[in-house]
């Protein structure tokens, strides 16, 4: 009887690693989803504060690019999982006119300042904190990760909810651009 409940449960977890197995790997990719921003079209609210690592960072300043900016947090697991993603398509960008900054949301600045090390992410792009919510406040975040799509004249093309992907950003300044 016991040769047999072995039997059977050792079935049991054959067939769950099987069905687990499939799932992960028939899944769609990781993508975030484009949302109505009452923010597109507009100008997009200034952001500008100290970079962790020295410097500063005005949006103003980069009028002429397209810039994206990223809300994070080191305790968002959506944001671990597109942070690969950010840097990926920072690097691909970075000679082409487009700028990317990191704006740590909700967070202290020792977590963001350690999960920016974990990824190097200082050499692909800017981190600022927002220190007293106002940069979250303007731009209407609720928790990260959120995404701002902002055009070379300084207005909000689009905002994106959820872990973005670099194929889905470069999409996006390509259509930005034509």
Not at 30 to 52: E, H, N, Y
Not at 103 to 114: E, G, H, L
Not at 133 to 162: C, M, Q
Request: include cysteine.
């Amino acid at each position: 009887m016991r040769r047999r409940y072995v039997l059977i449960l050792s079935v049991v977890v054959l067939v769950a690693i099987v069905g687990l197995s499939i799932l992960l790997v028939t899944r769609q990719p990781v993508s975030a989803t484009s949302v109505p921003s009452a923010l597109v079209g507009k100008a997009a609210p200034d952001i500008r504060g100290s970079q962790f690592g020295g410097g500063t960072f005005s949006l103003k300043s980069e009028r002429g690019k397209i810039v994206v900016v990223n809300f994070f947090a080191s305790w968002c697991g959506p944001c671990q999982v597109e942070e690969p993603n950010l840097i990926t398509f920072a690097w691909q960008q970075h000679r082409k006119g487009v700028a990317v900054l990191g704006v740590v949301f909700n967070d202290t600045i020792d977590a963001a300042k350690a999960f920016d090390a974990k990824w190097d992410t200082r050499q692909f792009f800017p981190s600022i904190a927002d220190l007293n919510g106002s940069f979250a406040f303007h731009y209407g975040v609720t928790s990260p990760p959120s995404t701002f799509v902002i055009d070379a004249h300084g207005r909000v093309v689009a905002e994106l909810l959820g872990p973005v992907s670099a194929a889905q950003l470069n999409n996006l300044v390509a259509r930005v651009r034509a």
